[in-house]
């Protein structure tokens, strides 16, 4: 199967699910070698994350809550008057947080990395994670009943995975076929939870499923199987009353392609859009249907209207049904025409469209406590909607959040955020802080209300809030907002002068702002910015947002000093580092609307100084993914096609600085971490892979570490105790599709490539109190040994934060010695734990790929060829002081 190697980022759409008619989707082919950290993710197996809405349960529905225990806390509820949004706590998880629901104290919580999460959320400063179920593929809805969570999936599976004989899965033009249902997972014991039952709707079919409701022994699920030209959809109704063995009892078609469910009483309510196979896109239409589910065996519909395109979720009480509908920009990928729609149910027969009201930022789910609906969006916030007077429903409060708010669960006095990469937030209702929310005293719906600049700090710091010179510092206006959904214009100033748009050729040592001599980064939306100071001093940064009319601003003062040198260089080496990227198509399939992600590297003074990055072709623009790793996007001609056997490539240059060094030796006797570093916090948690309160990995490390305090000492035996338990796995390496493990399953193993060394390295660290992060790039001294000076695979290392030193890499794979003279010139390009999704993540529309998107028409994917492959010019193996 093709390579894939994708990490997070922050465009924030989502789709309703993979309809392959005309998928901009991409493959990269990654020979292994010796060290390698590319691997096989399984793109087939990503579906789109949480595609549609499911509805949640209302308060009537006694049966879809469970008894409070004596393992669970009964919330407090007091009547909610006047929404004012706050947040209480954010816990961070791996990937993204999909899906959550809410009871006696505990939220549970899907992400796209195929979890179920079990949350202690008794103390809401202060949630923890205390049970964890894996192996759902592609988890979707979660919903709760009696000890029982039901997860829905739609796991899309490689042809290699489904091919008879290998000439099966190698056919130029491949049908995506997919397996889709919902799990039974009894999550009685909370520290323990366990797939106990598993329903399949559809198994090696373009088949995926939406809506999910759980109603005493009966399960409902909405599905849709794609076919040629036409769709087939249904409300399927299961008996799950023996867990372990979940039966269809019936199924009744549903026109269009149904998103949200909800089920009150005799009647289930599902809304639904519609596809247009003549000119392959949606039409702009949307139903809310009404049907008849009082005999579980011949479900029927019994009535319908039109409402507002797009329609994604759907949430009633009483004698209302209320909806949300979004569409989205696809260039800007922005969200218009984003509303709630109110329906009059008094009559199911009849449904009746009443009030409505915008919502901005892409509407999608609705939870509701009292007269308040609380409704997410998937650029990130919860908007409460007073619908007392359901022909004039009015927004009166929104929070915005940095993630993509997938999903809201209200308990109690609270509400429960799946905010996406930004992991379960947990908000109060009318509690507020200053400043956290925006209360709306007139809700008319022709007020225009000035949009909210929010301005936030990233990047590495030396101390408390001193950043370091020279190194890259991130400004995000992400949280920036306009009440009624309107485009932003963003404004960066720096010390008054306004930042202006780089030019074709990046060079980031000769970017002035206005005179202002320094470098800087500014994303293609605008919305990130990042600066390289390379004098010491304070800087005052401005932003302003705009939606053309009124606007917002906001200031912030980043202080920069120098840091000691760490490090004693041997020899300063100067080169280029090409990056290119080649697209093969073997199949007879067009592709179009080609364009191609690289990874860009950035300054880490010391360690590598970027002189200037020199892409293939002058339209590009540079994003940042959502741990602040540099991609160069390049756009191509829409004319552009790549026809039959026909190659294309990409690349970009970067002229480098690099040194081989030795380590300063400094007395770190007695230092410590400060107790206000947030590193400290943020890197040693538990991640993918990396599970530090496996028991073994707590074994291990308190054996590795023994009665040591000094951290530097700590991370000296704990490399020793690595190397010694692991060898280089030369087969391993040589593999194209090895699937990565555990840290525990690592050293149980006793073997690995670089990404395994890596992975139980920092759990270890992490489980000792230490910050560790991982990093991916380009091992140069290993690519100059090759022919030609070029390589196709990448490479692993660690970094880790020790007091007196800060951050600094260290090589574990090459066994070299803990902080040994480094002659390797590894060229980071990425960090963090991004990469290792995506062998798990099933929403790649949630991700940038380095490497080519493209399109194409038609049912059956194109079979297409990638590979990265690093070279390096001006630079020669004989020249590396250290190797002669």
Not at 110 to 126: A, Q
Not at 481 to 500: F, M, R, S
Request: glycine fraction near 6%; hydrophobic fraction near 35%; charge should be negative.
């Amino acid at each position: 199967m093709p390579k894939l190697s994708v990490i997070k980022y922050r465009l924030k759409y989502r789709l309703i699910y993979i309809i392959p008619l005309f998928v901009i989707i991409f493959f990269i082919l990654i020979s292994q070698v010796s060290c390698c950290f590319c691997f096989d993710p399984k793109y087939w197996t990503q579906g789109t994350g949480k595609e549609n809405a499911e509805g949640e349960i209302t308060s009537e529905l006694t049966s879809i809550y469970e008894t409070e225990t004596a393992e669970t806390t009964a919330e407090i509820s007091t009547p909610l008057e006047k929404p004012d949004l706050q947040v209480v706590s954010i816990l961070k998880i791996p990937g993204q947080a999909i899906d959550v629901k809410a009871q006696g104290g505990y939220a549970y919580l899907t992400n796209d990395l195929g979890m179920l999460f079990v949350i202690d959320v008794r103390d809401k400063e202060n949630p923890k994670i205390v049970g964890k179920c894996t192996g759902i593929n592609s988890a979707n809805i979660v919903i709760l009943q009696k000890g029982y969570a039901y997860v829905s999936y739609t796991e899309w599976i490689s042809p290699d995975e489904t091919a008879d004989s290998p000439s099966e899965s190698e056919q130029e033009n491949v049908e995506i076929l997919s397996v889709c249902g919902f799990k039974i997972i009894d999550i009685k014991d909370k520290k323990n939870p366990r797939v106990v039952g598993d329903f399949i709707s559809g198994k090696n079919e373009n088949k995926s499923v939406q809506g999910l409701i759980v109603d005493g022994d009966y399960a409902y699920l909405n599905s849709t199987k794609m076919l040629l030209d036409s769709e087939e959809s249904r409300l399927e109704i299961i008996d799950i009353k023996d867990k372990s063995n979940p039966e269809l009892l019936s199924f009744c078609n549903i026109d269009g392609q149904p998103n949200g469910l909800f089920v009150q009483g005799d009647y289930a309510y599902i809304n639904n859009v519609y596809y247009d196979f003549k000119i392959k896109e949606y039409s702009g239409r949307s139903s809310f249907i009404v049907v008849d589910i009082k005999d579980k065996k011949k479900p029927a519909v019994v009535g319908s209207c039109e409402v507002p395109a797009n329609s994604w979720s759907v949430y009633v009480k009483d004698k209302f049904a209320y909806l949300t509908s979004s569409l989205i920009n696809e260039e800007t990928k922005k969200y218009r025409e984003s509303m709630l729609q109110v329906v009059d149910i008094s009559n199911p027969l009849k449904p009746l469209q009443a009030g409505s009201c915008s919502i901005a930022g892409g509407a999608w789910e609705i939870d509701m406590k009292d007269n308040f609906l609380l409704i997410s969006n998937n650029e990130g916030g919860i908007s409460a909607v007073d619908v007392s007077d359901s022909m004039n429903p009015g927004v009166v409060s929104i929070l915005k959040t940095r993630g993509n708010s997938y999903d809201i669960a209200v308990h109690g006095d609270y509400g429960y955020i799946a905010d996406g990469f930004e992991g379960l937030m947990i908000i109060g209702l009318q509690k507020k802080e200053p400043e956290d929310g925006l209360i709306i005293e007139d809700t008319g719906k022709e007020v225009n209300r000035a949009p909210l600049a929010s301005l936030d700090i990233f990047g590495d710091k030396y101390f408390k809030d001193l950043y370091i010179a020279g190194n890259p510092v991130y400004f995000s206006a992400l949280n920036s907002y306009d009440p009624e959904g309107a485009a932003l214009k963003y404004t960066w100033e720096i010390d008054g002068l306004e930042i202006k748009d780089l030019e074709p050729s990046i060079n980031f040592s000769s970017q002035l702002l206005n005179g202002y001599s320094k470098d800087y980064i500014l994303s293609e939306s605008r919305e990130e910015l990042a600066c390289f100071f390379n004098e010491p001093g304070q800087y005052n940064i401005k932003l302003t947002v705009s939606d053309g009319i009124l606007e917002d601003s906001e200031e912030i003062t980043v202080s920069v000093g120098i840091q000691d040198m760490v490090i004693e260089p041997v020899k300063e080496h100067n080169f280029n580092v090409v990056v290119e990227c080649l697209l093969t198509n073997k199949s007879s399939i067009k592709l179009k609307n080609i364009e191609c992600y690289l990874r860009t590297p950035q300054d880490y003074y010391p360690f590598q100084v970027i002189n200037k990055i020199t892409p293939s072709i002058s339209a590009v623009d540079e994003v940042f993914d959502d741990e602040w790793n540099l991609l160069t996007h390049l756009k191509f001609d829409k004319s552009l096609s790549i026809g039959k056997s026909k190659e294309f490539k990409a690349s970009i240059t970067a002229n480098v600085t690099m040194y081989e060094y030795n380590f300063k030796r400094i007395e770190t006797k007695g230092m410590d971490y400060e107790s206000f570093d947030d590193d400290l916090h943020q890197y040693t948690q538990e991640d993918l892979y990396i599970d530090i309160t496996n028991p073994v990995i707590i074994d291990a490390a308190k054996k590795a570490v023994g009665s040591e305090t000094d951290p530097v000492k700590k991370a000296r035996k704990i490399y020793n105790y690595v190397i010694s338990k692991l060898y280089y796995d030369f087969p391993r390496a040589k593999e194209k599709n090895y699937k990565l493990m555990n840290a525990s399953e690592i050293l149980k193993a006793g073997k690995g490539v670089c990404a395994d060394y890596s992975i139980l390295y920092i759990a270890l660290l992490r489980a000792s109190g230490i910050p560790s992060r991982f990093i991916g790039g380009i091992p140069v001294t290993l690519v100059l040994d090759q022919k030609n000076s070029q390589l196709d695979v990448g490479h692993a290392w660690v970094e880790v934060k020790l007091p007196g030193y800060g951050w600094i890499p260290i090589d574990i794979t090459q066994e070299k010695g803990f902080m040994g003279t480094d002659y390797f010139l590894n060229l980071a390009t990425e960090k963090g734990v991004g990469y290792l999704y995506g062998s798990l993540t099933m929403d790649w529309s949630s991700y940038y790929f380095d490497g080519f998107r493209y399109g194409w028409d038609g049912m059956n994917a194109p079979n297409v060829e990638q590979k990265i492959i690093y070279r390096i010019e001006d630079l020669d193996l004989k020249n590396i002081e250290t190797l002669n």
